[in-house]
């Protein structure tokens, strides 16, 4: 298996446009996650899904952020209009359906997507 | 948001060393999960141990869980330049969501 694709790995991009980050999971896995990773605020959880559906988003800063899980290989972050403070690595990660307390494995995380917001 | 805090944040030994790296947490967990980033990549997983066990090992990895202090150490013995990573614990909450903490930077001298 490929692993957890992300792309891209780098997006520069200027205040007030529209970025897209896109995230393909492991096949089999059916629960997707988005972190973001800065020096500040360390990894944060922005939003997961289960089986395609949102189960929390509580994570996610503020309305200019999206995500969507159209289908179990396929995951968009969506941030519009983008702003300097959005700057970060992004990740996303799959993990197996045995989770919780029966877990025996962690998630598997991408590469990230660093984005830079000028 | 709860977190687990690791200790120290830096850590600095000679190849051969052992390197302790300690977690504290806040509320009840499933599991608990450690993870190695090098520098510039993604976070890779090293070991998860369950609420229910008290120690796991995993070749040079040992973990310890104590659910009564809510507090768990990752082991690295024999450690090699090429451990030299930062490393995170990350408590998988009743809510099934897995936060991390702020990590422990481990440096390897050889």
């Known amino acids: 298996d490929a692993g957890v694709i992300q792309s891209p790995r780098h997006e520069v991009t200027e205040m007030g446009q529209e970025v897209t980050l896109r995230c393909k999971p492991i096949?089999?896995?059916?629960?997707l996650f988005w972190y973001r990773q800065t020096m500040m605020r360390g990894l944060e959880l922005l939003i997961y899904f289960n089986n395609n559906v949102p189960i929390d988003d509580s994570g996610m800063p503020e309305d200019r952020f999206s995500a969507k899980m159209p289908n179990a290989s396929f995951s968009t972050l969506k941030i519009q209009p983008s702003e300097p403070r959005d700057s970060a690595v992004y990740f996303c990660?799959?993990?197996?359906?045995?989770?919780?307390?029966?877990?025996?494995?962690?998630?598997?995380f991408g590469s990230g997507t660093r984005l830079t917001v000028v | 948001s709860q977190q687990g805090e690791e200790d120290p944040q830096a850590l600095s030994i000679q190849e051969g060393e052992n390197a302790t790296m300690n977690c504290s947490y806040k509320t009840s967990i499933n599991n608990l999960q450690w993870y190695r980033q090098n520098s510039g990549r993604g976070l890779v997983h090293l070991i998860l141990?369950?609420?229910?066990?008290r120690e796991k090992h995993s070749g040079r990895l040992r973990v310890t869980l104590d659910t009564s202090k809510k507090s768990s150490s990752l082991l690295i013995t024999a450690s090699r330049a090429a451990d030299t990573a930062s490393y995170f614990c990350a408590t998988d909450l009743l809510s099934e969501k897995l936060v991390f903490g702020k990590g422990t930077k481990l440096t390897v001298n050889p």
């Open positions: 990660a799959s993990s197996r359906p045995d989770r919780g307390r029966l877990a025996n494995y962690g998630y598997t």
């Open positions: 096949s089999g896995h059916n629960s």
């Open positions: 141990i369950r609420s229910n066990e």
